[in-house]
C-alpha cells in the first residue's frame, strides 16, 4: 500500500497553525501571558543593549521558553479541568494549584538566570555613570 505523502504533508503543516492559533489564544485570554511576553521583550531589548554574549542570549532564551511553555501548559490544564468539572472540586484546585506552582518555578529560575546574566553588565554601566 502507497502513502499519500502529500496528505501527510499537508497535515504536518496545519499542526504548526493549530499550535500557532493555541499560543494567540493564550495570549489574547490569559494576563500572565501578556506579562510574560512583555517582560521577555524587555529582557531581550536589553539583552541587544548590553551586547551581551551568545552564551548569555541562550540563558535567556532558555528561560523565556520555560516560562511561556509552562505558561501555556497551566493554560492548557485549566481549561480541561474547567471543561470536565465545572463545579469546584479539590482534585481540580489541586490540578490548577499545582500547574500554576509549575509557572511560578519556572518563573523564579527565569529571574535567576537574569539576575545571573544581567549582573556584571549592569553594575559596570552603573560604575561606568559614576565615574
Request: proline share 4%; with cysteine; aromatic share 10%.
Amino acid at each position: 500500500m502507497v502513502k499519500n505523502t502529500a496528505v501527510g504533508h499537508k497535515k504536518f503543516w496545519h499542526s504548526f497553525r493549530f499550535a500557532a492559533h493555541g499560543i494567540a489564544s493564550a495570549f489574547k485570554s490569559e494576563l500572565n501571558m501578556k506579562v510574560h511576553c512583555g517582560l521577555a521583550v524587555i529582557v531581550l531589548v536589553a539583552a541587544a543593549v548590553f551586547r551581551l554574549p551568545p552564551s548569555s542570549w541562550m540563558l535567556l532564551l532558555l528561560a523565556i521558553t520555560l516560562v511561556l511553555s509552562s505558561e501555556l501548559l497551566n493554560t492548557a490544564i485549566e481549561a480541561t479541568v474547567d471543561l470536565v468539572s465545572p463545579d469546584i472540586h479539590p482534585l481540580a484546585k489541586t490540578a490548577k494549584d499545582t500547574a500554576a506552582g509549575a509557572v511560578l518555578l519556572t518563573a523564579v529560575f527565569a529571574v535567576i538566570v537574569g539576575i545571573y546574566v544581567f549582573y556584571h553588565p549592569v553594575m559596570d554601566w552603573i560604575t561606568g555613570l559614576m565615574s
